[in-house]
C-alpha cells in the first residue's frame, strides 16, 4: 500500500503514477473486464488467462498420467513428482489419518490452479497474476470456505459450531470473550485472509513492477542526465523485487494450499482441538 | 488498506471490489479442472503408485524367499555331505569287517580241508595197509606152506592139519608184531 502511496507525492513533479486500471496489460478484447465494476465489462485478458490455466494444467498432468509406466519418464516422473509434492507433503503431513486421499483433489487442483496463475504474472507479456484480481482470489478462498464448514457439518453435525467456538478447557467465566472472538476468528477472518493473503501479495507484486516500469520510462524521457542515470538504480530494484515477486508466486500457491489443508483438517477433528 | 481503498475510490475503482465474470470463470475453471483431475489424473497416479509399491513389495518377497529356499538348500548339503560322510565310514567299518571275517573263513575252511585231506589219507594208508596184512597173510601161508611141504615132504598134505599149525604159527607170529609195536 505505500508503493501506491508513495507516487502520490511526486505527481506535482510531472510524473503521473499508474494507477490499479493501468496494471492491465491491454486487454484481449476491447470490452475487457475492469475493475471496481460488477456485470459490466467482458471477456478480459484475466479469465482468457484462467481459461488458459486450466487447459495448461489439465493438459500436462493428462499426459503425464497417461503411461503410467512402473518406471517413468521424465513427464511422467515430473507430474508425479508434483502431484506426490501435494498428496504427500501437504495432504498426508496435514490431514493424515486415513481418508486424507478423499482431500487430495481439492489440495492438487487448488496448488497448481494457483501456481500456474500466479506465475503468469512474472511471463512476459502475460504478465499478470490472474489472483490480482479480487475476484478469483474471493472465488477459491470461497471454494474452500464452503469446502471446510461444510466438511465439519457432515462430520459433527450442528455441534461442529459448538466445537468450532467453544475451545476446550477454557473456564466458563471467560467463556464470553472467549466464543465472540472465535466466531470472527473462525468464521470471518479466516477466509477473508485467505483471499486477501493471495490477492493483495499479487497485486503488490504485481503494482511494484508496473510501477517500477512506469518511473523508468517517465526518467528515461525527462531528458534530465541524472534521472536517466539513476534509472539505471530503478531498473536494477525492479529486477530484484521481480525475483522476488517470483519466489512469493511459488510461495503463496503453497501457502494457499496449506492453509487449506489446515483448515479441512481443522474441521474434520473439531473434536480433538 | 482503508488507504489504497479510498486512493482507488478517488480514482474511480477499488481493487477490492470483485468482477463478477472473473468470480464466474474462476469457479467454473477450478470446477473443471477438478473434475479433469478426479476422473483422470488422480486414479492415474494412485493406481501408478499403487503398482510401484506392490512391485517393490513383491521383489523383497520374492528375494527373502529365494533367500529362504538358498539357506534350506545349504542345509540340506550340509545335512547331506554329514550323512554321505557317516555313511561312507560305516560302509568303510562294515567292509574291514568283512574282510577279516572273510579272511577268518578262509582260514578256517584251509583248515577244515587240509584237515579232511589229512584224515582221508590215513583212513586210505589204514585201508591200504590192512589189504596188505590180508594179502600178505594168504600169501605167507602159501609161501610157507609151499616151503614146509617142500621141506617135510608129503606128511604135511593133510589140509586141516596144516591149516591150524599155519593159524596157529600166524597167530603167534601176530601177537609178537603186536607187543613189538606196542613196546615200540
Known amino acids: 500500500m505505500i508503493a501506491l502511496a508513495l507516487p502520490a507525492a511526486t505527481t506535482e513533479e510531472g510524473f503521473v ?208 542526465i541524472l534521472l536517466q542515470g539513476t534509472s539505471v538504480l530503478v531498473l536494477g530494484g525492479a529486477i530484484a523485487m521481480y525475483m522476488l515477486e517470483a519466489l512469493i508466486m511459488v510461495l503463496q500457491a503453497y501457502v494457499f494450499t496449506l492453509l487449506a489443508a489446515i483448515y479441512i483438517e481443522g474441521a474434520l477433528h473439531a473434536d480433538a482441538h | 488498506m482503508l488507504n489504497a481503498a479510498i486512493m482507488a475510490a478517488e480514482e474511480g475503482s477499488s481493487p477490492l471490489i470483485p468482477n463478477l465474470w472473473e468470480l464466474l470463470v474462476t469457479v467454473a475453471g477450478f470446477a473443471v479442472l477438478m473434475f479433469i483431475v478426479i476422473k483422470y489424473v488422480m486414479p492415474a497416479f494412485e493406481k501408478t503408485f499403487a503398482a510401484r509399491t506392490e512391485a517393490i513389495e513383491g521383489g523383497i518377497a520374492k528375494a527373502e524367499a529365494a533367500q529362504a529356499e538358498a539357506n534350506a538348500a545349504l542345509e540340506e548339503y550340509k545335512q547331506q555331505l554329514v550323512e554321505s560322510r557317516t555313511e561312507a565310514n560305516r560302509i568303510r567299518e562294515e567292509a574291514r569287517a568283512e574282510g577279516a571275517q572273510i579272511l577268518a573263513e578262509l582260514k578256517e575252511k584251509a583248515a577244515a580241508e587240509s584237515a579232511r585231506i589229512t584224515e582221508q589219507a590215513h583212513v586210505q594208508i589204514e585201508a591200504e595197509r590192512q589189504a596188505a596184512v590180508v594179502s600178505l597173510r594168504a600169501e605167507v601161508g602159501t609161501l610157507a606152506t609151499d616151503l614146509a611141504s617142500r621141506i617135510v615132504g608129503e606128511s604135511l598134505a593133510d589140509d586141516a592139519r596144516s591149516g591150524r599149525v599155519i593159524d596157529r604159527f600166524l597167530a603167534d607170529l601176530e601177537t609178537s608184531s603186536q607187543s613189538a609195536g606196542a613196546a615200540k
Open chain 1, 17 to 224: 503514477p499508474p494507477t490499479i486500471d493501468d496494471t492491465h496489460y491491454r486487454d484481449i478484447f476491447p470490452w475487457g473486464g475492469e475493475y471496481g465494476v460488477w456485470f459490466e465489462g467482458g471477456f478480459g485478458k484475466q479469465m482468457l488467462m484462467i481459461i488458459f490455466s486450466v487447459i495448461l494444467i489439465a493438459t500436462f498432468f493428462l499426459m503425464a498420467s497417461r503411461r503410467n509406466a512402473l518406471v517413468p519418464g521424465k513427464m511422467q516422473f515430473l507430474g508425479e513428482s508434483a502431484y506426490g509434492f501435494v498428496r504427500n507433503s501437504i495432504g498426508k503431513d496435514i490431514i493424515g489419518g486415513r481418508d486424507f486421499l478423499r482431500y487430495v483433489p481439492w489440495l492438487f487442483t487448488a496448488f497448481f490452479f494457483v501456481l500456474v496463475n500466479n506465475i503468469f504474472g512474472a511471463i512476459p507479456f502475460l504478465q499478470l497474476p490472474s489472483f490480482s484480481h479480487p475476484g478469483s482470489a474471493y472465488a477459491i478462498a470461497a471454494i474452500f470456505y464452503l469446502l471446510w464448514v461444510g466438511i465439519g457439518l457432515k462430520k459433527h453435525g450442528l455441534k461442529y459450531f459448538k466445537l468450532a467456538v467453544v475451545p476446550s478447557g477454557v473456564p466458563w467465566y471467560i467463556l464470553p470473550i472467549v466464543v465472540p472472538i472465535e466466531i470472527i476468528s473462525n468464521f470471518i477472518v479466516r477466509p477473508v485472509t485467505h483471499s486477501l493473503r493471495l490477492f493483495a501479495t499479487m497485486l503488490a507484486g504485481h503494482l511494484i513492477v508496473t510501477l517500477a516500469g512506469t518511473a523508468i520510462e517517465y526518467m528515461v524521457s525527462t531528458g534530465s
